[in-house]
């Protein structure tokens, strides 16, 4: 009997010993759009302020950039510490729902997109609308918290964006290299619009500012074509899953075309396909000067301010 206990607890110490450190949840998506609705639903309760430094990492970071289109990356929480704590009830409702995205192989990284919305006090006057991209980080204790938070106005409201769907995988692609780094795909796009073209998934979702979303390589490509001549872009930071399949960068851009020359900021999405090539599966930028995406300030009466 004694023996028995004793190879029974060898046995079981084995198998904590063997045990992976960090467990890969089958749930990881669905885990992360629960919390992003979990997000949305305190935000509309305690206002933009409180709700965001809930939920965003300790580690979460911003875009900025200047009138001259250099761009850097600062500290999202130090920038809603000092937003004055809103008056309660509401006088304004942000408000939003995830529509699709995807989430790394180890299930520590992923992004969401989806439609969002201001609305007064009643409830029935939207006051402005557009669609959001969040980047979403599993934590040590194995929560989600939003590592970037972004997004573009749109000209109308963001119809049929629900239910829920996870993005598709890109298809296989030529461009690039297999098990090449993200720095080096990066690179390869940032001053030939080509390149950039060769690297977009099949289902690549493009969203622009002041336009409706674009999905398809083909339309990303008609709205290049008829929008830019010429693009360069500078990569500020590169993040990537542990699992190495799920990377975002973001940065700054420069770009000429028939309005002008004109500056801004994206976020790119990359996921590796079978053939482990990166491809481009979802980008959203946003030009300088232009009316964009929720700045996520509260004016004297808590309304949402837009820049």
């Known amino acids: 009997m004694r023996v028995g206990t004793g190879l ?27 919390t992003e609705r979990a997000f949305a639903a305190a935000t509309a309760e305690i206002g933009v302020r409180d709700g965001f430094l809930t939920f965003f990492a300790d580690d979460a970071v911003e875009i900025d ?9 600062s500290r999202a929480k130090d920038a809603l510490v000092r937003r004055p704590l809103p008056k309660l009830p509401l006088s304004g409702t942000l408000m939003w729902e995830p529509f699709t995205g995807q989430i790394a192989g180890d299930g520590t990284l992923g992004w969401l997109t989806g439609a969002y919305a201001g609305v007064d006090a009643t409830g029935r006057t939207i006051t402005a609308h557009g669609a959001y991209f969040s980047v979403w980080k599993r934590q040590p204790d194995s929560t989600w918290r939003v590592w970037l938070d972004e997004g573009v106005s749109l000209p109308d409201v963001w119809r049929d964006a629900s239910p829920f769907r996870a993005a598709p995988e890109p298809d296989a692609g030529v461009a690039g290299e297999a098990g090449e780094t993200l720095e080096a795909a990066e690179a390869a796009i940032s001053t030939s619009r080509e390149a950039w073209t060769n690297h977009l998934g099949a289902d690549v979702r493009v969203h622009r500012d002041g336009i409706m979303p674009l999905v398809g390589r083909d339309a990303a490509e008609t709205w290049r074509q008829g929008t830019w001549t010429s693009v360069t872009f500078t990569t500020v930071k590169i993040e990537t899953s542990g699992s190495d399949d799920l990377g975002i960068a973001l940065g700054g851009y420069s770009a000429t075309g028939a309005a002008g020359s004109e500056h801004g900021t994206w976020v790119r999405v990359w996921k590796r396909d079978v053939t482990g090539r990166w491809r481009i599966v979802f980008e959203t930028s946003r030009s300088l000067g232009r009316v964009a995406a929720v700045d996520y300030q509260l004016a004297a009466r808590d309304e949402l301010r837009f820049v």
């Open 8 to 34: 029974m607890t060898m046995a079981l110490a084995a198998t904590f010993v063997a045990w992976p450190t960090a467990q890969i949840d089958p749930q990881a998506i669905q885990r992360m759009v629960a």
């Open 65 to 73: 950039h200047d009138a001259g289109g250099r761009t850097s990356i």
